[in-house]
């Protein structure tokens, strides 16, 4: 059975709708968590950012809504709705918000 913050077992979910954004500030919901790994929905108010940082697993960020930089071991990539980006393991990344955007993130928690 899910827990209470999670979403729903054998039912159609819009993404968009769990989380919603907030004036000057980063939202995020765990959808799903497991052994394997974690999605997590996350909203940005526009010019807010998460900085530099890495993590041990394989991260696949999906852009629900609006636009953002991305930027993997030094290298920006300008995402939009509808397009993923792969963020490797032990790779540096940080997330800048463009505009009002949503994403999912899935992290593989296996090699």
Known sequence: ??????????????????AGYQEGAIVSRTLLKRAGGTITLFTFDEGQSLSEHTA??????????????????GTPLKVATGELVLMPANQPHAVQARTRFKMLLTMLRSA
Do not use: H, K, N, Y
Not at 56 to 68: K, M, R, S, T, W
């Open 56 to 73: 041990p697993f394989d991260a696949v960020a999906q852009v629900l809504e609006g636009e953002a930089d991305i930027t993997i071991a």
């Open 1 to 18: 059975m899910a827990a209470p913050s999670e979403m729903p077992a054998a039912r159609p979910t819009s993404p968009l709708g769990l």
